[in-house]
């Protein structure tokens, strides 16, 4: 076997092993979900669980199966309006706000189109002698889209749940009370230049590209995250009634939407408790806060007399303190469904609960917009949004990376989402 052949060889073995492997993932985030479960939208930031399964799918569909496969026959002429997202290029497609009322196709009917797809993805692998760099490159993206939807899936499940006035479990587990929160210390970085962006081979999104110089003046950062216990002396101190900690649009969200706690937070009988994947629990101050705006976040810091860090303070000190994935990061694979302590010279930077940053979600520079559909994929979202880093504890391990970028508009609080502290030296 030449070189040519058998690199093709892995890289076939690869793409077969990783599609079913992160396929069967997304079915298994909803094997405990009711079909009632499926199909409710109860805010327009929530699609249905059904959604997700439908429009992951449609991925491969449309970029893939359509585009190269000459034998492929579209299961459904109109799951194209279905369960397109965002893509203008593409064509008409359900608004967003009506992905609920999608009682049809069912969700026999969409794990039947699940299970089309997947078999007509296993004979397009099959039938390949060689994947040109386009088709290879599209499949990757497809699964990396498929894992940011896993993650998606999970934030809408407990969503869901969280909001069922019976709080049901997702799923049973025996709660062990976790280690208590070490004291927060602080990591010192230097001033000086420093190079910001994807350096390394193998995957990353269009938005991580434009490897570039920062010189960042000499500051320090928390070395793990912010706990509820911590979240909590913020609250018990008037923090939401005080408008000196609040950004003005912050402030006004803060009274507009009458906040008061991190949500999934419910003060019963003069006790806190917190809706989790295994049901309503007492809070356990020990973990780190979750469910936290960016105002939040920033007004929590400025209550500390502190800051958050720039995206770019995050990922020079991740380089510089772990660089590596620390064997305890708490990610989707350990199923712990929560966030964790930290263990000793353990400092949270993966996993746990993403990192809210104070860097709006703008282009690094030489950012270029791919041609065709996937050009819409990130670049058209980069306005009136925050970068967060880090990943949580829904996040696949095999998914994140230092200079990986998340963003989200700044008021929203239904994803996983946390604090870390900065200061200036």
């Not at 994947?131 to 990757?140: A, F, K, N, R």
């Not at 909590?232 to 912050?250: R, V």
Request: glycine letters at 6%; aromatic letters at 16%.
């Amino acid at each position: 076997m030449d070189t040519q052949t058998a690199s093709t060889h892995s890289t076939l073995s690869y793409f077969k092993e990783k599609y079913q492997r992160v396929r069967n993932q997304t079915q298994h985030l909803c094997a405990p979900l009711e079909k009632e479960d499926m199909v409710v939208q109860p805010i327009v930031d929530v699609s249905p669980p059904k959604w997700h399964l439908g429009h992951t799918t449609w991925f491969f569909e449309k970029m893939i199966l359509e585009e190269y496969f000459e034998s492929y026959h579209v299961f459904h002429a109109e799951y194209n309006y279905v369960f397109n997202s965002y893509y203008e290029s593409i064509g008409k497609r359900v608004l967003r706000t009506d992905r609920g009322n999608l009682t049809r196709p069912t969700t026999e009917e969409v794990y039947k189109y699940r299970a089309y797809v997947d078999e007509q993805m296993a004979h397009f692998l099959d039938s390949q002698t060689e994947l040109s760099e386009q088709v290879s490159e599209l499949i990757e993206l497809g699964l990396q889209h498929e894992q940011q939807h896993q993650e998606l899936l999970m934030y809408d499940i407990k969503y869901i749940l969280g909001n069922n006035p019976l709080f049901p479990a997702y799923t049973k587990k025996e709660i062990i009370p976790s280690l208590k929160s070490r004291s927060l210390n602080f990591l010192p970085v230097s001033e000086g230049n420093y190079t910001i962006g994807h350096q390394k081979e193998g995957f990353c999104f269009d938005n991580e590209l434009g490897v570039h110089q920062v010189y960042l003046h000499d500051f320090e950062i928390g070395d793990r995250l912010i706990t509820n216990g911590e979240y909590l002396e913020f609250i018990e101190a008037g923090g939401y009634q005080n408008f000196k900690y609040w950004y003005m649009e912050a402030w006004a969200w803060v009274q507009e939407n009458k906040e008061f706690a991190p949500m999934h937070w419910h003060q019963i009988d003069g006790q806190w408790h917190q809706y989790t994947f295994f049901g309503l629990q007492k809070l356990n101050p020990h973990e780190p806060v979750t469910h936290i705006s960016q105002y939040e976040a920033a007004a929590f810091a400025q209550w500390k007399g502190m800051r958050l860090a720039t995206e770019f303070e995050w990922e020079v000190a991740c380089h510089q303190y772990e660089s590596t994935i620390h064997k305890q990061a708490n990610f989707v694979e350990g199923a712990a469904l929560s966030t964790q302590t930290a263990e000793q010279n353990h400092f949270q930077f993966y996993g746990d609960a993403w990192e809210w940053t104070n860097s709006a979600y703008l282009p690094y520079p030489y950012f270029k917009t791919e041609t065709g559909p996937v050009g819409e994929y990130n670049g058209k979202f980069m306005i009136n949004q925050m970068v967060l880093r880090g990943g949580s504890f829904a996040t696949p391990q095999d998914h994140i990376r230092p200079s990986y970028r998340n963003f989200f508009h700044p008021n929203l609080k239904w994803h996983f989402t946390g604090i870390r502290l900065a200061k200036h030296v």
